[in-house]
């Protein structure tokens, strides 16, 4: 066997790959998860000192573990980026207060990162291939009828502005209404 024949199914994984990562805000989802991670990291560290800002118990586990989450369903499931976009922003946020000053401020960075990535992600639109077959004179039957051409735009004609539109002749029903009311 040659190189050249074990090089064709791994550049159609690499590209079924991209297009899968591409499809979805993945590096958002990733910043946002790492973010997690290392906060919950630094509060299971071993370091001599730790500072303990606010309230610790559950919501120094908490925030870490729901970042992580939303992490992963922004990976899974991009229809809903938004909501987790705003939760990760909110959570990175709160993580100052809760998590070791937001994991020692790399989480808490990497967690508004990627929430800020996320909420600003659009999904890539394809573009719906225009090929019509085009018809000879004899395949044209006579009930269709070509689609008429569209006129270009005159973009330099000058339109009418707001002031020569309010400083007109009022209509008549507008005068029946002034009369009335």
């Known amino acids: 066997?040659?190189?050249?024949?074990?090089?064709?199914?791994?550049?159609?994984?690499?590209?079924?790959?991209?297009?899968?990562?591409?499809?979805?805000?993945?590096?958002?989802?990733?910043?946002?998860?790492?973010?997690?991670?290392?906060?919950?990291?630094?509060?299971?560290?071993?370091?001599g000192v730790l500072l303990h800002v606010g309230p610790q118990g559950l919501a120094a586990y908490l925030v870490p573990l729901i970042l992580v989450i939303c992490g992963v369903l922004l990976i899974t499931t991009p229809q809903q980026r938004v909501f987790y976009a705003v939760v990760s922003l909110v959570l990175g946020l709160v993580s100052w207060l809760t998590s070791n000053l937001g994991g020692f401020l790399i989480g808490m960075l990497l967690a508004l990162v990627g929430g800020a990535l996320a909420f600003a992600w659009t999904p890539v639109k394809t573009r719906a291939a225009r090929t019509a077959p085009e018809a000879g004179p004899a395949e044209t039957g006579p009930t269709e009828v070509a689609p008429a051409q569209r006129e270009p735009v005159d973009r330099s004609a000058p339109t009418e502005s707001l002031d020569a539109i309010l400083s007109a002749e009022p209509s008549p029903h507008r005068d029946a209404r002034a009369e009335r009311g």
């Open 1 to 47: 066997m040659s190189a050249g024949q074990h090089s064709a199914p791994a550049a159609g994984v690499r590209t079924r790959w991209r297009r899968w990562r591409r499809a979805r805000p993945f590096t958002a989802g990733l910043l946002i998860a790492l973010g997690g991670a290392e906060m919950l990291v630094t509060l299971r560290a071993p370091l």
